[in-house]
């Protein structure tokens, strides 16, 4: 059983495009912080190396793991997905939400935060939909849980959204 830890304030999610730089961003990441381990373009034997490789940088450096999609039962900090597939993982729940509904599936799966996206137009989802601040923020002051604004993502647009945290795939890369 993991202990259970604060939610971070800064999420750094792995992803084909930043893998190259994952170790340079990490060791720039706030103690505290956390980084999502998906990895979804890695055959198993090849992504389960990657992920031990980085867990030991990130425990040296004070950085959350949490795991995502088949990694569940890895040795890690937490799982990050969507509210139904968060299962009863322990540790933090990270889960995903694009919509009240969705924001409402997290409380129910209990989840630790929830990760509210897309912010912003984002490279992972060229040409899609967007909330937008405003809307993303009409959002978030009706969840109870900590709010994580995910999508497009910078420190600077961070700084401009008065919610709990903030996550990127590229804005930490």
Same mark, same amino acid.
């Given at each position: 059983?993991?202990?259970?830890?604060?939610?971070? !304030? +800064?999420?750094?999610?792995? @992803?084909? !495009?930043? @893998?190259? #730089? *994952?170790?340079?961003?990490?060791?720039?990441?706030?103690?505290?912080? =956390?980084?999502?381990?998906?990895?979804?373009?890695?055959?198993?034997?090849?992504? !389960?190396?990657?992920? @031990? =490789?980085?867990?030991? *940088?990130?425990?040296? #450096?004070?950085?959350?793991?949490?795991?995502?999609?088949?990694?569940?039962?890895? $040795?890690?900090?937490?799982?990050? /997905?969507?509210?139904? =597939?968060?299962?009863?993982?322990?540790?933090?729940?990270?889960?995903?939400?694009?919509?009240?509904?969705?924001?409402?599936?997290?409380? !129910?799966?209990?989840?630790?935060?929830?990760?509210?996206?897309?912010?912003?137009?984002?490279?992972?989802?060229?040409?899609? $939909? +967007? *909330?937008?601040?405003?809307?993303?923020?009409?959002?978030?002051?009706?969840?109870?849980? $900590?709010?994580?604004? *995910?999508? /497009?993502?910078? #420190?600077?647009?961070?700084?401009?959204?008065? +919610?709990? /945290?903030?996550?990127?795939?590229? /804005?930490?890369?």
């Amino acid at each position: 059983m993991h202990r259970c830890h604060p939610v971070p !304030r +800064v999420i750094l999610l792995s @992803d084909l !495009r930043n @893998d190259h #730089r *994952l170790e340079a961003v990490i060791a720039r990441l706030p103690r505290g912080s =956390a980084m999502v381990f998906r990895h979804y373009h890695m055959p198993p034997p090849a992504r !389960r190396a990657r992920f @031990d =490789a980085l867990r030991r *940088l990130c425990a040296r #450096r004070g950085i959350l793991v949490i795991t995502a999609g088949a990694a569940r039962g890895w $040795p890690a900090d937490g799982h990050y /997905g969507a509210p139904q =597939a968060l299962g009863r993982t322990a540790g933090l729940r990270l889960a995903t939400a694009h919509s009240l509904a969705e924001i409402g599936a997290a409380v !129910r799966a209990r989840a630790s935060a929830v990760l509210l996206s897309p912010v912003f137009s984002t490279r992972t989802h060229p040409g899609a $939909p +967007v *909330l937008g601040p405003l809307r993303f923020l009409l959002l978030a002051r009706h969840s109870p849980l $900590p709010v994580i604004a *995910l999508g /497009g993502m910078t #420190r600077t647009r961070a700084a401009r959204l008065p +919610v709990w /945290g903030w996550a990127a795939i590229d /804005g930490l890369a």
